[in-house]
DNA sequence: TGTCCACTGGAAGGGAGGGCTT
DNA sequence: AAGCCCTCCCTTCCAGTGGACA
């Protein structure tokens, strides 16, 4: 071969001017459309700054409503503001879908506060209130306000219960020397039904609701990134408009139209084409549903492989709407064929809701009167991904036994 | 109106695995 | 080493449910 394999693709052209203008975590210096939002959350905790406690909040919104990009923008101001009035401010974010049980919680919030010479707490092993007393008695020592942001605190709450945003919500009635405050970010308007209304009282003393972008104003968000991110001229009349008409069908997310915008532009320089237009759009429109997918699949459990693999393997044959029973059998045999033993329906009911909230399948509850209650599941799988994706290519002859094509048994 | 079906989903608890304390 | 605490994954039990049907 002639020269260094990575100089053809270092001598094209980039469209990219900044990648990251692209990146979920890019914090643009401007939030177009949600003005009143921030202005919101600044009257709040300006309190902060005065030495006061500011209220807990609740912001709820559609995924991509830009609640977690205002709340870390509103924050950084906050700190800068802080550390020039010299006054303590902390902040800490929580993302409760990977922080997802009180003690955990708890632990990284006292961890971060943590100091040389402290004795670290463990990620387990200790009582969860032995944990709690560590984290008030690190933040007197601090001083100050402390904000804790619990982003998607609708998962902590249906995994780990309220008992944690009791604890957290009741903590200035033990601190001495500092003040907290509870933001709480959350997808589901309804979270707080799951609550003991004194929790409720407490965390949610402010609302804000975050209203799902349309379509102008993705296209408004999207200007904005193109500005910072893309070279000029290299989006064609048109991209835009569809990108953000593409993202406004999915609940009005702006992630999903920077992710499209993205991808639309890598398809062109991958083509080496100078310009993006909507074909771009369209396949990356078809690569981000495969991709959002797969990855996903691949680090589910074997249970909850074989479950996708029977629901798939019935739509094969032509089954729409399969009852949860009808599923359960199909995987049952699946599992005989691969001699592992079947988990309770009782188990495969719960992991169907499980894929239901990943947005593997889609499941809803109907009755059929005397044919009895049960979940209708369709899978949300592109048609591209077959049994081997699914089961991930480093088990593909399990997959070919679950489907019945290869004799696991014989050459065990 | 009551019965019945095929489940759903809450509650309780077992057991494995991991870590800390005494 | 024993005892304790925590999480995670799972089972067992069972009351509850929506709607067709007699």
Same mark, same amino acid.
């Given at each position: 071969m002639d020269g260094n394999i990575f100089e053809k693709i270092l001598g094209q052209d980039c469209?990219?001017?900044? $990648? $990251? *203008?692209?990146?979920? *975590?890019f914090e643009p210096t401007r939030l177009p459309h949600r003005g009143h939002e921030v202005e919101s959350l600044v009257r709040n905790l300006v309190d902060a700054l005065n030495g006061h406690i500011p209220s807990n909040m609740l912001l709820y919104g559609v995924p991509g409503s830009g609640k977690t990009v205002v709340t870390r923008f509103v924050l950084g101001q906050l700190l800068d503001k802080g550390e020039e009035m010299g006054q303590s401010v902390e902040t800490y974010e929580i993302n409760c879908r990977n922080v997802d049980t009180k003690y955990r919680v708890v632990q990284t919030i006292a961890s971060k506060l943590g100091r040389r010479g402290d004795t670290p707490i463990p990620f387990?092993?200790?009582?969860t209130d032995r944990v709690l007393e560590e984290l008030i008695s690190r933040m007197d020592r601090a001083g100050g306000v402390h904000i804790i942001v619990l982003d998607e605190i609708d998962n902590l709450v249906s995994r780990a219960g309220d008992g944690l945003l009791y604890n957290l919500t009741s903590l200035n009635t033990s601190l001495r020397n500092s003040r907290c405050c509870i933001i709480g970010i959350s997808n589901d308007l309804n979270f707080t039904q799951q609550l003991d209304p004194r929790v409720t009282s407490r965390l949610s003393q402010e609302d804000l609701v975050f209203h799902p972008y349309g379509a102008p104003e993705i296209q408004d968000i999207l200007s904005e990134r193109v500005n910072t991110g893309l070279r000029e001229d290299v989006i064609e009349e048109g991209v835009l408009e569809l990108c953000s008409a593409l993202a406004a069908q999915e609940h009005g997310d702006a992630r999903r139209a920077l992710d499209l915008l993205r991808i639309s532009v890598q398809k062109a320089e991958q083509r080496s084409q100078k310009t993006v237009d909507r074909r771009h759009v369209r396949l990356a429109q078809s690569q981000l549903e495969y991709d959002q997918v797969t990855p996903v699949l691949k680090t589910l459990p074997l249970h909850q492989k074989l479950l996708v693999l029977a629901i798939k393997l019935n739509e094969d044959n032509g089954m729409r709407n399969i009852s949860t029973g009808e599923t359960y059998r199909t995987y049952s045999d699946a599992c005989m064929k691969i001699s592992v033993e079947a988990l309770t329906p009782r188990r495969i009911s719960s992991l169907l809701n499980e894929l239901d909230t990943l947005g593997i399948i889609m499941a809803r509850n109907v009755s059929k009167g005397r044919g009895g209650r049960s979940k209708q599941v369709n899978s949300a799988i592109p048609k591209g991904v077959d049994a081997i994706s699914i089961m991930g290519e480093s088990e593909p002859l399990i997959a070919e036994a679950a489907l019945g094509r290869y004799n696991l048994q014989s050459q065990l």
């Open positions: 469209l990219f001017v900044d $990648r $990251r *203008a692209f990146d979920h *975590a387990t092993g200790w009582p």
